[in-house]
C-alpha cells in the first residue's frame, strides 16, 4: 500500500507554473535528453515543499529501446527526475552554491509504470539539511496513482 501523500495537492493550482524550463536550466546543470523536469508549479519555502512535473512523451530517448513495444520509463529515470526538482529546490529556493551532486538513494519503491503520453507529477519535501548534505523524500504520481517513492540525499561538490 502506498503512503500518504506529502501534502494535498487539491490545494494547489496545478495548472500554474512558477518556474518553467529555462528557469530550471539557469541552475540546474542538466542539459538535452538528461533535462527531466519541465516545470516547477509550487513552492512552499517554509515547510521546504515543492511539486514539479515531468512531461513523458513519445521522443524520449529511451523509448524506442525500453521495452519495445511498449514503453516505459526506467524507473532510474524517475529518479533522476526527483533528484533535479530537490536540486532546484535547494539551488533556487534555498539558494545552495555550486553543484549539487547526487549522493544516495533509499527506501525507494516502483509502484505503477509510467508510460510515453503521461505527465508524472513530482512531490517533494526537503525533510533534512546539514552543512554538507540534504535528503529529500519525493513521490511521483501518474494519473491519481503512485508511480513510485523514495529519500533522495544530495550534496554540494
Given at each position: 500500500?502506498?503512503?500518504?501523500?506529502?501534502?494535498d495537492?487539491?490545494?494547489?493550482?496545478?495548472?500554474?507554473?512558477?518556474f518553467d524550463?529555462?528557469?530550471?536550466?539557469?541552475?540546474?546543470?542538466q542539459?538535452?535528453?538528461?533535462?527531466q523536469?519541465?516545470?516547477?508549479?509550487?513552492?512552499?519555502?517554509?515547510r521546504?515543499?515543492?511539486?514539479?512535473?515531468?512531461?513523458?512523451?513519445?521522443?524520449?530517448?529511451?523509448?524506442?529501446?525500453?521495452i519495445?513495444?511498449?514503453?516505459?520509463?526506467?524507473?532510474?529515470?524517475?529518479?533522476e527526475?526527483?533528484?533535479?526538482?530537490?536540486?532546484?529546490?535547494?539551488?533556487r529556493?534555498?539558494e545552495?552554491?555550486?553543484?549539487?551532486?547526487?549522493?544516495?538513494?533509499?527506501?525507494?519503491?516502483?509502484r505503477?509504470?509510467?508510460p510515453p503520453?503521461?505527465?508524472?507529477?513530482l512531490?517533494?519535501?526537503i525533510?533534512?539539511v546539514?552543512?554538507?548534505?540534504?535528503s529529500?523524500?519525493?513521490?511521483g504520481?501518474?494519473g491519481?496513482?503512485?508511480?513510485?517513492?523514495?529519500?533522495?540525499?544530495?550534496m554540494?561538490?
Amino acid at each position: 500500500m502506498p503512503p500518504a501523500l506529502l501534502f494535498d495537492l487539491n490545494k494547489i493550482d496545478l495548472n500554474h507554473v512558477e518556474f518553467d524550463r529555462s528557469a530550471i536550466a539557469e541552475v540546474n546543470p542538466q542539459a538535452y535528453e538528461m533535462a527531466q523536469l519541465d516545470a516547477v508549479t509550487w513552492v512552499d519555502s517554509t515547510r521546504m515543499l515543492c511539486l514539479g512535473y515531468k512531461d513523458v512523451t513519445e521522443n524520449e530517448f529511451w523509448v524506442r529501446g525500453h521495452i519495445p513495444g511498449r514503453p516505459l520509463m526506467p524507473g532510474v529515470i524517475m529518479v533522476e527526475a526527483a533528484a533535479q526538482l530537490a536540486s532546484f529546490y535547494m539551488k533556487r529556493i534555498y539558494e545552495l552554491k555550486g553543484f549539487i551532486g547526487f549522493s544516495g538513494i533509499e527506501n525507494t519503491r516502483f509502484r505503477e509504470a509510467v508510460p510515453p503520453g503521461n505527465r508524472l507529477w513530482l512531490l517533494c519535501h526537503i525533510c533534512k539539511v546539514r552543512s554538507r548534505q540534504f535528503s529529500a523524500a519525493v513521490q511521483g504520481l501518474v494519473g491519481d496513482k503512485m508511480a513510485f517513492d523514495t529519500v533522495i540525499s544530495g550534496m554540494p561538490i
